[in-house]
């Protein structure tokens, strides 16, 4: 009879091959008008994760969503919209980008898409972050509005100088008190609204 081999955790594989250089860096150092985007991502007790990867994805600051094509591009002009930033030891990210505008045609407020990788996830994780200052727009919001007041904040940015000048934190919770809102998009095509879930990774 053969001995059972041990349960194996899954991943963190992307952290060997899908960071690249200037990945937060969504524009150059000195951009007027950019911001930073900086945070935490935490486990269900609290404690960082050191080896998570966001990828986050936003409308430019007149609405439209970039479509040119490669998103890793760098090249100081072209605004690709794009980022993709590791945790390090402390479970921090960091990111320089331009404040997005509403998406063209949608009911949407303005808002960065995030996807999030981590060990343990079968399935990546979509969320979003809104911002503090589009009051209006936030209470129009189709997945704001949906939300009692407590699981929203974990979707709003905090406003604050940043490391890099003006800015706002926005720590990723994956589970227990405060946990981040997390999306299901498996039954919803792309002109309807995703739909919270409390779903969390186990």
């Known amino acids: 009879m053969l001995d059972t081999t041990p349960s194996q955790t899954v991943g963190p594989f992307f952290a060997f091959g899908l960071p690249f250089e200037g990945g937060g860096d969504v524009v150059p150092f000195g951009t007027p008008g950019a911001i930073t985007l900086y945070g935490t991502v935490r486990d269900g007790a ?12 936003q409308a430019g600051p007149d609405g439209r969503l970039p479509t040119r094509p490669g998103s890793l591009h ?6 690709t919209g794009f980022a ?23 009911p949407q407020a303005p808002h960065l898409a995030v996807t999030v990788f981590a060990r343990g996830l079968l399935h ?6 809104y911002f503090p200052n589009h009051v209006d727009a936030n209470a129009a919001d189709p997945l704001l509005s949906a939300l009692d007041d407590e699981r929203r ?13 003006p800015g706002y934190r926005f720590d990723v919770r994956l589970q227990g008190p405060g946990e981040t809102v997390f999306l299901d998009l498996s039954t919803h095509g792309l002109a ?6 409390a779903e969390t990774p186990a």
């Open 74 to 79: 760098r090249d100081g002009r072209s605004f």
């Open 153 to 165: 904040a974990t979707l709003i940015a905090v406003p604050d100088g940043g490391p890099t000048g």
């Open 84 to 106: 993709r930033v590791p945790t390090d030891r402390a479970g921090d990210y960091h990111l320089r980008t331009l404040r997005p505008a509403a998406p063209t045609g949608s």
């Open 46 to 57: 609290g404690a960082p994760v050191p080896d998570a990867l966001l990828e986050f994805w």
């Open 192 to 197: 309807q609204p995703p739909v919270a879930t």
């Open 124 to 129: 990546h994780l979509f969320t979003r972050v």
